[in-house]
């Protein structure tokens, strides 16, 4: 558990990530995995939160963010992110929203075994989507995060970032 | 009752410089605006999503008054938007219901209780600081001026005569000029967004 904790995606390693592309809202619903980033977030003055109480809810607020110039960061969980389905086809693959999804991949497992069907449907439902997406597990990861806002912005689409690990939120 | 003609000519002069989000009013207000570039009429990319897109607007845009028109049957699929919308209070946000009490592009069959519910009420409630109801085209008009002279968020209830669609939708009249694409870049453009 040692080398679990060594290689550990920090919260403010996201903010940071968040900072350096320029995101200015973040619409969000929170999961299991977001506690401490919450508290980071909320401190941090360039960022304006918008809480949403269903995923597909951030999809048209990102998109009239986007219409309006802003730079929103959509951070949700794998199940809402399948719950949005038609808000993700309509509000953000319709009208070219180039928007970055972080999605906390819960169930997920690096070997592939897992009894949470939220793990076993998350890739192929992007994939049916044909949404891209790049997994992020640990610090090491984090530049994914840049080549997703890049990514977003040339192609004009939404682009994943699975987070493959917790914040530790709660472990502080 | 009036019609969603009627209810949006009574609030095109007081536009001005507004973006505005026409929702299911959309092919009506196509004949009345006279800023195209700041309208968004995307038709119906998602149900339930028009209060998002036109709030994503509004905070992105706080120099900007922002004019929804909404419907009763968007807003019952995302009936948790308005609390987002009351905790953000965008005060540039201005959210106008069109209540017909039914699904009138599938042919009319009424929504939820369509008899009994009082949207202005449920606003209010989600913590909206200001909510109205209007049944008549008079008193509606009457107050423009005052609801649009105070900050938002405010919310607008009205009542509208059902228009119903009966045509099969590839038989309608496409009353849509631009594509949803081209409504964002001009709208951004217009906006000065470079993108």
Redesign the interface.
């Known amino acids: 558990m040692a080398d679990a904790a060594v290689a550990a995606l920090s919260p403010e390693t996201v903010l940071a990530e968040m900072k350096k592309n320029g995101v ?2 973040v619409v969000w619903l929170p999961d299991s995995e977001t506690n401490w980033l919450y508290l980071l977030m909320k401190a941090e003055p360039s960022l ?1 939160l ?5 995923e ?15 730079r ?1 960061l959509i951070l949700i969980q794998n199940t809402g992110m399948m719950e949005s389905g ?2 993700l ?3 953000l693959l ?3 929203i ?1 928007v970055v999804l972080m999605v906390g991949y819960r169930g997920w497992t690096r070997h592939g075994v897992t009894q949470d069907t939220a793990a076993t449907y998350t890739e192929r439902f992007l994939m049916a989507f044909g949404i891209n997406y790049y997994l992020v597990e640990s610090d090491a990861d984090a530049p994914r995060i840049a080549v997703a806002f890049e990514e977003a912005e040339r192609t004009k689409r939404p682009v994943v970032v699975l987070v493959g690990d917790e914040y530790h939120g709660f472990n502080r | 009752m009036m019609h969603t003609a009627e209810m949006l000519k009574a609030f095109a002069p007081f536009r001005e410089d507004a973006i505005v989000v026409p929702g299911r009013g959309g092919r009506f207000w196509t004949d009345l605006t006279t800023r195209p570039n700041l309208d968004a009429p995307l038709g119906d990319p998602a149900m339930g999503g028009h209060a998002g897109f036109a709030l994503g607007l509004a905070l992105a845009q706080p120099r900007k008054r922002v004019i929804l028109f909404d419907s009763e049957g968007d807003i019952l699929m995302s009936l948790g938007m308005l609390v987002t919308i009351a905790e953000q209070q965008p005060p540039n946000f201005y959210h106008f219901l069109m209540d017909n009490g039914v699904y009138a592009t599938t042919g009319g069959q009424p929504v939820p209780n369509a008899d009994n519910v009082a949207y202005e009420v449920i606003a209010r409630g989600a913590g909206y600081p200001r909510a109205f109801a209007f049944q008549e085209l008079e008193k509606f008009s009457a107050a423009l001026p005052e609801i649009l002279g105070k900050p938002g968020p405010v919310f607008i209830a009205v009542k509208v005569v059902p228009e119903i669609e009966n045509e099969p939708i590839g038989r309608r009249r496409r009353w849509q000029t631009r594509s949803r694409d081209r409504v964002i870049q001009d709208l951004r453009s217009e906006l000065g967004v470079r993108r």
């Open positions: 200015t809202h304006r918008v809480g949403v109480s269903r597909g809810h951030a999809c048209s607020i990102a998109a009239g963010l986007s219409a309006g110039g802003a929103p038609d808000s086809r309509g509000w319709s009208l070219n180039p």
